[in-house]
């Protein structure tokens, strides 16, 4: 079976720290790998996906950035975190364009 | 015009009565379609995906597609408080390999 694993699951880190939250994925070979930002009371916004190692497509640049370096590794970083970072992040993966997507357990971020 | 819009709720049903959670989507040639579920601080669950119009059935849960309106509903039977969660909508555009979500109905089934 395939299992999808993500930490930390939670953070708190200044402003202006930089960020590297990590996701694997287990059972699969080239999933699908999706980064989503969920804001406290707010639905679940695209940030990035990758359909394949070192293929990365963004949605919403801000100062966020993504690296697949590995098959099954999905990477989010930030050289310099800002408040409005906070948020509750997750990562996801999917076989294939019409498979439903499975989560990871999130990480909780918050930026003081 | 949002790429996926569900109504925000709360929506309020005894329980025991059916909930009806209804959803659009703007691109018309999408082809897959998703229900989760998201308890407070938790990740989304799948509860249903369905890619044809007309109905799809699993257990105390109905998908149901309407591609000519654009329109997915999810119908839950015999809701419990234990339904009482967040329901996310979720759709593939046409000719991508993106997963867009609604915001989300919050659903409440009190005793």
């Known amino acids: 079976s395939q299992t999808i694993h993500q930490w930390p699951a939670t953070l708190v880190q200044p402003v202006g720290s930089p960020l590297s939250l990590e996701c694997t994925v287990e059972g699969t070979s080239n999933p699908n790998l999706y980064w989503y930002r969920q804001a406290a009371g707010r639905g679940l916004q695209l940030l990035f996906y990758?359909?394949?190692?070192?293929?990365i497509s963004s949605e919403v640049p801000q100062n966020l950035s993504a690296s697949r370096p590995q098959d099954r590794q999905f990477i989010l970083s930030s050289k310099k975190l800002l408040l409005s970072d906070s948020g509750f992040y997750l990562c996801a993966w999917r076989r294939g364009d019409n498979s439903p997507l499975h989560f990871g357990n999130g990480t909780r971020l918050t930026v003081t | 015009q949002k790429e996926v819009e569900q109504n925000s709720g709360p929506l309020s049903v005894p329980e025991g009565a059916i909930a009806s959670l209804n959803c659009t989507y703007s691109?018309?040639?999408?082809?897959?379609f998703f229900w989760y579920r998201q308890y407070s601080g938790k990740s989304p669950e799948l509860i249903m995906f369905i890619y044809s119009n007309g109905d799809k059935e699993d257990g105390r849960f109905t998908a149901q597609l309407n591609k000519a309106s654009q329109y997915v509903s999810l119908l839950i039977r015999d809701s419990q408080p234990s339904d009482s969660a967040t329901y996310l909508c979720?759709?593939?555009?046409?000719?991508?390999?993106?997963?867009?979500f609604g915001t989300g109905t919050r659903l409440q089934v009190f005793p």
């Open positions: 990758s359909v394949g190692i070192g293929q």
């Open positions: 691109d018309r040639g999408s082809q897959s």
């Open positions: 979720a759709v593939t555009p046409y000719n991508t390999d993106k997963l867009i």
